[in-house]
């Protein structure tokens, strides 16, 4: 199992003057040849593969009579090697995605200097150096507080955890704040939690983030609500400088760092929120709201909100939380009326369509209702049909 470790990387001044020109010449190879493979591809109907780049560019970097790309051997060379094979796989991505008649990936886009984040990856390889033992040298390692990666020698970086594994390769990120970041592919193993006769049912929304079948609201922090003046003051101020200026650039980065302490307050919610209800329960119900659509129909202030809560995101993290500890997360029909059936008698009560109605009374048994823990109740038997 591959599991990803991020962490804070604090390199000095030379490292990020190497990292940034890692950056740029993963970004220059990228574009180089996405713009080669459209133009020979529009000339004579071909199309390079990954092999073919990469053979090319290490010939081109090792012939003496090309000084054009003799820069490119201060770069770590799985660095350019992991550039190519993102090229090619967002080829195969795209021409794989068209022939099912799938939007779901662009055409590759060129890469832009001043778009944010930007990263590259580095892979574990095992060089001519040999330990006293006789185990060869990784060229990625960790001891203490420090991680050597390619090119950048030992590079200090704050263990806020620990995990064991094997590495497979790291990720070198640099944000919009020009902040640092590392993220470690390990290949390990997660305990499974002991199993427990627990399920439950959740019913996601806007006003609250959920509300489950045992009667909990899980209430909607609403981080960019929080910020929105401020949000808004900065936007204002860097709009007043002069493009390209350094009042500019010291505008930007406040605003960057603004933006990303919301970002980073909303994961810490999600992973902490989804965590919880992994170790609370055996089975999670949910309904399967379909994010990209709501967002197109909604208005402005909806499509806000929506992001803001950020149901995708969280789905993605319940789905492979549950895969590591052995829990079951489980997904309706979109089209199931959760709000409108009531879960005592099974009476379809076509009125609560109105959002308005948070409370209603059964026409049929007299039962009373709150909307949102009946759906998550009906959410909660229509999902033990699939494992019943």
Known sequence: MYITYKFRLYPNNKQKIQINKTLGACRWIYNFYLHSRITIYKLYKINFTYFKCSKELTEWKNDKNIDSFKWLNEIARDALDNSLQDL????????????????????????KKHDYPQSYRSNVTYGGKVKKNGEKVPTID???????????????FIKS??????????????????????SILVDTLKEQLPKIDKKIGIDLGVKTFGTTSDGKVIENPKFISKYEKRIKMLNRRLSKKQKG????????????????????????????????????????????????????????????SIQNVSLYEFKLMMDYKAKWYGRAVLYINRYFPSSQICHDCGFKNPLVKDLNIRKWTCPNCNEHHDRDINAALN????GLKQIS
């Not at 960790?142 to 200090?156: D, Q, Y």
């Not at 944000?175 to 590392?182: C, D, G, L, P």
Request: with cysteine.
């Open 245 to 304: 200026g350094k009042n500019y650039q010291k505008a930007r980065i406040k605003l960057a760092k603004l933006h990303e302490y919301i970002k980073n307050q909303r994961l810490d919610f999600l992973h902490k929120t989804s965590t919880r209800l992994i170790n609370e329960n055996q089975v999670i119900c949910l309904g399967s709201l379909d994010v990209s659509d709501m967002l197109q129909k909604g208005s402005n202030c909806l499509a806000k």
């Open 161 to 182: 955890r620990t995990f064991i594994g094997k590495i497979v390769n790291v990720t070198i990120t640099k944000t919009a704040s020009r902040e640092y970041f590392i």
């Open 88 to 111: 090619d796989n967002a080829f195969n991505n795209y021409f794989r995605e068209i022939k099912k008649g799938n939007k779901e990936y662009g055409f590759p886009k060129f890469k």
């Open 379 to 382: 959410i909660l038997c229509e």
């Open 142 to 156: 960790i001891k203490g507080n420090k991680i050597k990666i390619p090119k950048l020698g030992w590079v200090k």
